[in-house]
């Protein structure tokens, strides 16, 4: 699920899967809209149930082996995260050709389903070696080939001026723990800052980040607003979109 407030994105595709018990009929009488002031307005227009009706604003996303990929390989990363999860977050707030932002590669999820729906995409790093060996087709985690780089419209860069092209921001750092069982948000801050700063009316901040309730609100929305002096929830909007694994983590996994 995803909290937004203020006015809507740019882009807001709502997605319809959710099948309507009445597909095919013609309800009885004159059809009712709700006009912008809130009041009820009958027209004179009849309309057919369609088969299918917007989805409710909890999503369930299937996980886990069988589900979150068809391709093995993807099971090969210690914390793969769901692709229909990322598909649907770039399906209902971009359209094709646009940027899709994600400061966290980790399993390259992100990166796959903006490709495969038409998307760009911009993978950040502040490790300027790491950037240099993914722009040259080698991926420092051992997990891809060379031939998983041919023919991907992907920008790898350690630039925070490049996320000025991007209107879609998705933040996925990880947030361990110390002994103390305290949370260590600095990447997930640092993140924070590095976006603020590329932030334009418009855009679009989604956190994935495993973090504790308000964390969102309290710590992150501060930082974005004071950095880019624009408004959450006016001049640009923000949500929260669990993750609930720890990217890189081989013992807390997801199964």
């Not at 807001?12 to 018990?21: A, E, G, L, M, Q």
């Not at 390989?73 to 999860?85: C, D, R, T, V």
Request: aromatic letters at 10%; proline letters at 5%.
């Amino acid at each position: 699920f995803v909290f937004l407030k203020g006015n809507k994105p740019n882009t807001v595709n709502i997605i319809k899967d959710k099948p309507n018990r009445w597909a095919g009929s013609s309800p009885y009488g004159k059809r009712s809209i709700r006009t912008v002031d809130g009041n009820l307005k009958q027209t004179d227009s009849s309309f057919v149930v369609g088969q299918y009706g917007s989805r409710y604003n909890v999503w369930y996303i299937n996980n886990g082996a069988g589900f979150s990929s068809k391709d093995k390989i993807a099971h090969q990363h210690p914390a793969i995260f769901p692709e229909s999860l990322a598909e649907d977050h770039i399906l209902s707030w971009s359209k094709e050709e646009d940027i899709v932002f994600d400061p966290m590669v980790g399993s390259g999820t992100t990166a796959k389903m903006a490709k495969a729906n038409n998307r760009n995409f911009i993978g950040f790093d502040i490790n300027q070696e790491r950037i240099a060996l993914m722009q040259q087709g080698i991926d420092p985690s051992k997990e891809l080939d060379a031939t998983a780089f041919e023919g991907c419209d992907i920008t790898f860069t350690a630039d925070v001026a490049d996320l000025q092209q991007a209107h879609f921001h998705i933040i996925g750092v990880p947030t361990d723990i110390d002994s103390n069982k305290v949370p260590n948000l600095n990447p997930l801050l640092g993140a924070t800052k590095s976006v603020a700063s590329a932030l334009k009316k418009g855009d679009v901040v989604v956190y994935e980040s495993t973090v504790y309730p308000g964390c969102t609100e309290d710590d992150c929305l501060p930082i974005l607003e004071s950095v880019s002096g624009l408004q959450g929830g006016v001049d640009f909007k923000y949500g929260y979109s669990p993750e609930r694994i720890v990217p890189g983590d081989k013992v807390r996994t997801l199964t």
